[in-house]
């Protein structure tokens, strides 16, 4: 769990350099682009971690070590990002780094809106097969019985004809 949350940290740290040392000579926000996506990436990490606690022992959970590494770690990587959208705005313009935000939230929106409809399809040609699978099981049962009146029937009648 640990070596996660370094990784987080550092690819945070990995990032906010490149970003400080390449931003003045940068002609778009494409020549950092890729460094703001880890830097994203390296926040995501951090707040995964943060967050989740299964497998680890209760000692790792609520040590002061761990709670005080999750939290410093949590506070850099917002310092960072603060110092990152103040470089961006300061080298683009005032406002280029909330829309970098917006775009991103509308972006991550509309992926979770696809994935709950791609779920909602699957879900629905569940049903449909199920509702199918019914249907043949239904048709299934009156074929059988059909085929077993019938069986019944000229059984009957061979029983009678053999019997007189």
């Not at 370094?6 to 945070?12: E, P, Y």
């Not at 961006?88 to 280029?96: I, L, N, W």
Request: with cysteine; net charge neutral; aromatic share 8%.
């Amino acid at each position: 769990m640990l070596g996660d949350i370094v990784t987080g940290i550092n690819l945070v740290k990995q990032s906010v350099a490149f970003i400080k040392d390449n931003i003045a000579t940068a002609k778009d926000i494409s020549s950092i682009a890729s460094q703001i996506d880890d830097l994203f990436e390296g926040k995501n990490q951090l707040d995964k971690k943060r967050n989740k606690k299964d497998g680890v022992r209760i000692a790792d959970q609520f040590g002061v070590k761990s709670v005080a590494n999750e939290i410093i770690d949590a506070k850099l990587a917002a310092e960072e990002m603060y110092n990152v959208s103040v470089l961006v705005d300061q080298r683009f313009g005032h406002g280029t780094w909330q829309s970098i935000l917006t775009e991103r939230a509308k972006r991550i929106e509309a992926a979770k809106a696809a994935e709950k409809e791609r779920i909602k399809v699957k879900q629905q040609q569940q049903e449909e097969i199920m509702e199918v699978m019914g249907y043949f099981a239904i048709g299934l049962c009156i074929v059988v019985f059909v085929f077993g009146i019938l069986f019944a029937v000229v059984s009957f009648a061979e029983v009678m004809r053999n019997g007189n």
